[in-house]
């Protein structure tokens, strides 16, 4: 089991920034791949971002290229997510996720967070 802990949401004008971060305290498997979902009001959870154990390997949603950064620290058992030039439509409740086999670039990661909001007003 891993357990995955997020903070850094909140409110941001639309052209701002803001970065997630997702702790996994205690013990995480070693080849664990990283990374982040979103789910807006009544739509269905999407994938943003993904990172590989090393951290070469990294993959984005279209919609977020070139404005989002995903980067891990595997000392730390943490990954993080910079959001740059943020859009009313980034608004979503963001969550971390892991899994032991393959990074995922849809929403059906293993472990998942319980969620950080982000809501970017016009």
């Known amino acids: 089991q891993v357990q995955l802990v997020e903070s850094g949401g909140g409110l941001v004008q639309a052209g701002g920034s803001l970065r997630l971060s997702c702790a996994a305290p205690?013990?995480?498997?070693?080849?664990?791949?990283m990374g982040w979902c979103r789910q807006a009001p009544g739509k269905e959870r999407e994938f943003v971002a993904g990172?590989?154990?090393?951290?070469?390997?990294?993959y984005y949603a279209d919609s977020v290229k070139g404005r989002f950064a995903i980067s891990r620290d595997n000392a730390k058992n943490t990954v993080d997510l910079q959001m740059n030039s943020l859009k009313p439509d980034d608004t979503a409740v963001y969550y971390c996720?892991?899994?032991?086999?393959?990074?995922?670039?849809?929403?059906?990661?293993?472990?998942w967070g319980q969620g950080t909001r982000v809501t970017v007003s016009s």
């Open positions: 996720a892991a899994d032991p086999r393959t990074v995922r670039t849809d929403p059906g990661w293993t472990y």
């Open positions: 205690g013990r995480t498997p070693s080849s664990v791949t």
């Open positions: 990172i590989s154990w090393g951290g070469a390997g990294r």
